[in-house]
Nanobody, 126 residues
Framework: QVRLVASGGGWVQAGGSLRLSCAAS????????VAWFRQAPSKEREFVAA????????CNANSANGRFTISRDSAKNTVYLQMNSLKLEDTAVYYC???????????????????WGQGTRVTVSS
């Protein structure tokens, strides 16, 4: 099975940037769709962005609004989420998730992803 480890979270002031990493092991992610979800305190888990094995990407305009970019480095078996112009509302635990192959465009539904990392916490402060 594929195992995912999310990292890169931390504290950042509003307007700053962070890059989250999702490192995979056990399988090569070249054949997986990988997505980022987040969960803020007292909120439902929310789709953020996804990247298919074939290179198609999508983002949640309501949450990311053009500020986030998902990418992958197959040689490193890692998917990244570059987050710019961070806002207080971006504070959440961010999770990476994967499904073998998947559709195009990628799914935005939590239940479609079979493998999950442990999450990494992002705190945005004014």
């Amino acid at each position: 099975q594929v195992r995912l480890v999310a990292s890169g979270g931390g504290w950042v002031q509003a307007g700053g940037s962070l890059r989250l990493s999702c490192a995979a092991s056990g399988r090569y992610i070249s054949t997986y769709t990988v997505a980022w979800f987040r969960q803020a305190p007292s909120k439902e888990r929310e789709f953020v962005a996804a990247d298919t094995y074939s290179g198609s990407t999508t983002c949640n305009a309501n949450s990311a609004n053009g500020r986030f970019t998902i990418s992958r480095d197959s040689a490193k078996n890692t998917v990244y989420l570059q987050m710019n112009s961070l806002k207080l509302e971006d504070t959440a635990v961010y999770y990476c998730a994967a499904q073998l192959y998947g559709g195009d465009p990628p799914s935005v539904t939590e239940g479609d992803y079979n493998y999950w990392g442990q999450g990494t916490r992002v705190t945005v402060s004014s």
